[in-house]
């Protein structure tokens, strides 16, 4: 005990003892951190260039893509990798729903759904900087459904915006958050590994005590090389050969407010809640079932008063699990379809079932060790 006082925090990372039987879907973590370190260099680049005033905001963006030496690189590099940032850290926490992890480690958990939450909000405001139609519009959209909110509603939405409609204002505060948000992201990111590095990882077999372990390092640091080398690769493609392929043909064209695009919507990783907001008549209902949608993975730990059977031993649980996400998937789909039928009325059964499947296959998980037994 006292020689392991005495480590490094380097060498406690290298001998943090780690299961045996963990697979390429424990690499999402280190690959997150590498794609936030990523966005934070890239977006200290584009910073020194930008400019936060409506008549010249759109052409510094292209004086970045044209005139600024690198800068086009950096730009793509940025926007896309915003876009691997949540095709990543869904596939963490699609990993951590099927082996259950917010069960055996609920802090860690507790803290990934709060980078989530915070990350969802940076990508939104760096979605607006550009100041394209899309930028402006969907600033203009999604800011206005706080006035659903009893009473304080209206004044909030005058507070985001800083006057009566998005401006100048909205502008200089979005940047200033967006500039400053990543950093929170980089905190919370450390206290996720540390409570993480309380118990260790969790394994496909179960949090079981006579799991074979064996030392971080170099068993998993080096596929974890492996890993970012996949990805550096994943991202020079996109980068070099297809920069705009994740991003809306709108937001190439200037910011106008007498000129409302044909089909609103935010970027794809939003596309999920965005249909769920839609699939409701009522705005405020619309509003707090959007809110939950995300802020329904909080609750997740309180159902774990008895330990359900692992996923690698629960053929139920791995069905449904495997069929929510198929459902995520096609709310996703409706987010960008256009808003009339038959689309609206497919969201409404998907959204009940996205709450259903938390509530009845998550949250009493007790009930797969009843169902097996």
């Excluded at 890239?42 to 409506?54: C, I, N, P």
């Excluded at 980089?186 to 309380?198: P, Q, V």
């Excluded at 359900?308 to 495997?322: G, I, L, R």
Aim: aromatic fraction near 18%; charge should be positive.
């Amino acid at each position: 005990m006292h020689k392991l006082r005495q480590m490094n925090p380097l060498e406690n990372l290298g001998g943090l003892p780690s299961p045996v039987s963990i697979s390429i879907w424990w690499n999402g973590g280190s690959i997150l951190g590498l794609l936030l370190g990523l966005q934070i260099v890239t977006g200290l680049f584009l910073s020194m260039h930008y400019t936060a005033d409506l008549v010249n905001t759109f052409s510094s963006v292209i004086h970045i893509v044209r005139d600024t030496p690198g800068g086009w690189l950096f730009r793509n590099f940025h926007a896309n990798g915003a876009s691997l940032f949540f095709v990543f850290i869904y596939l963490h926490m699609a990993r951590g729903l099927y082996y259950q992890s917010y069960m055996t480690q609920p802090r860690s958990w507790l803290v990934g759904v709060t980078i989530f939450i915070v990350s969802m909000a940076t990508a939104f405001l760096g979605y607006v900087l550009p100041w394209g139609q899309m930028s402006f519009w969907g600033a203009t959209v999604i800011t206005n459904l706080l006035s659903a909110i009893p009473y304080l509603g209206p004044s909030i939405v005058e507070w985001v915006w800083g006057g009566f409609s998005v401006g100048q204002s909205t502008l200089n505060r979005f940047f200033s958050l967006h500039f400053i948000l990543p950093f929170l992201i980089g905190g919370l990111s450390a206290l996720h590994i540390i409570f993480l590095h309380e118990k260790g990882s969790t394994s496909p077999i179960g949090d079981l005590t006579h799991v074979s372990k064996t030392t971080f390092h170099p068993y998993y640091s080096w596929k974890d090389m492996v890993g970012f080398l996949v990805l550096a690769f994943v991202i020079v493609i996109l980068g070099f050969f297809y920069p705009a392929v994740l991003g809306d043909p709108e937001n190439f064209i200037p910011a106008n407010p007498m000129v409302t695009p044909v089909h609103i919507q935010p970027e794809w990783y939003f596309l999920f809640a965005y249909a769920i907001l839609r699939s409701i008549p009522s705005k405020l209902g619309g509003v707090v079932a959007l809110g939950m949608s995300v802020a329904i993975f909080y609750f997740l730990p309180l159902g774990r008063g008895k330990m359900a059977m692992p996923a690698a031993f629960t053929p139920p649980y791995q069905f449904t699990f495997w069929l929510f996400i198929v459902f995520f998937i096609l709310l996703t789909w409706l987010g960008a379809c256009p808003i009339e039928e038959p689309y609206m009325s497919l969201a409404v059964p998907l959204t009940f079932i996205y709450f259903a499947w938390f509530i009845l296959f998550i949250s009493v998980p007790s009930m797969w060790k009843k169902f097996i037994n």
